[in-house]
């Protein structure tokens, strides 16, 4: 057996940051009860209410406040896994031992932590269909698994890290946290927004058919652009710059509802295209040749 004698302190710490915020998140999604436990009925918008559009102080028996920091945890765990294999990159010390700690913090990060918030962000369909909800969770975060162990193995140094090979685990874990700011942004009281409390129900109702299919695009072979290394790295156009400025703008001003609609789209497009040039790419060679 080969022993470790040094590992690459920097990179480690951001990799167990990752892993600690992912930890905490799942301890506070799990402060939010049952729905039988709280109320006879389902849930809703019009139920589960609070006052002000940020937290001044956080209320640990407010499900939403719990819902919504579980997310922010999520978020910043992204950005403790985006630079930990940045900074190792940079100090030229990446090792099989950083790679399978960050796999490791990766699964209880982007798999375990969405699965659970995603059974508390839905107690109108938990109530009544508790088994088919936690039995989505569970396929959610036995995809995650694979997707990483997948990804451990094919992953190779000369790769330009344009493309994922299915949907990458943190984008998919990113997408079901942002609904969590899409509920807290409903259930406002200062949100005048017309039927925010139908829209409340059905969003639950579809948040798991929708985790379903993230789970499956996960071990996918569609490919997925890497924005990082598309949008933000090496030279680009002053315009592109001027682009993404107001893009970024634009997020900041619909606030809560940004990031669940921009999400959904980086998971819905590329099948979309993918399943399109397929579709015409199979017209064209049945077409006759004259």
């Not at 028996?61 to 630079?83: G, Q, S, Y």
């Not at 936690?134 to 694979?146: R, V």
């Not at 949907?167 to 925010?196: M, Q, V």
Request: hydrophobic residues 50%; proline residues 6%; contains cysteine.
């Amino acid at each position: 057996m080969k022993r470790i004698r040094t590992v690459t302190v920097l990179p480690t710490l951001f990799t167990l940051g990752n892993l600690l915020c992912g930890f905490y998140a799942i301890t506070v999604a799990s402060r939010v009860l049952p729905a039988q436990a709280v109320t006879e009925a389902p849930p809703s918008a019009d139920t589960i209410q609070f006052r002000h559009h940020v937290v001044p102080s956080f209320d640990a028996h407010n499900p939403v406040h719990n819902m919504f920091l579980c997310a922010v945890l999520i978020f910043i765990a992204m950005v403790f896994d985006a630079f930990d294999g940045y900074v190792a990159r940079l100090a030229n010390h990446t090792t099989d031992f950083g790679a399978q700690l960050d796999s490791l913090a990766d699964l209880v990060t982007f798999g375990v932590a969405p699965a659970f918030l995603m059974v508390k962000m839905c107690p109108s369909v938990a109530f009544s269909y508790r088994p088919a909800v936690w039995m989505i969770a569970g396929a959610y975060t036995a995809c995650a698994a694979l997707r990483l162990a997948r990804f451990n193995v094919e992953s190779d140094e000369k790769d330009d890290h344009m493309h994922f090979s299915g949907l990458p685990s943190p984008a998919a874990a990113a997408t079901i946290a942002g609904f969590a700011l899409l509920f807290f942004t409903l259930r406002l009281e200062s949100n005048e927004l017309d039927h925010k409390a139908e829209i409340d129900i059905w969003v639950q109702r579809g948040l798991p058919i929708f985790t379903l299919m993230v789970s499956v695009l996960m071990v996918s072979r569609i490919p997925y652009p890497h924005l990082v290394t598309q949008f933000l790295r090496g030279h680009r156009s002053f315009a592109h710059v001027v682009g993404l400025l107001f893009a970024l703008i634009t997020v900041l001003a619909i606030g809560g509802y940004a990031l669940p609609i921009l999400a959904v789209a980086y998971v819905l497009f590329p099948p979309i295209v993918y399943f399109w040039n397929r579709l015409y790419a199979r017209r064209t060679e049945s077409e006759p040749m004259f």
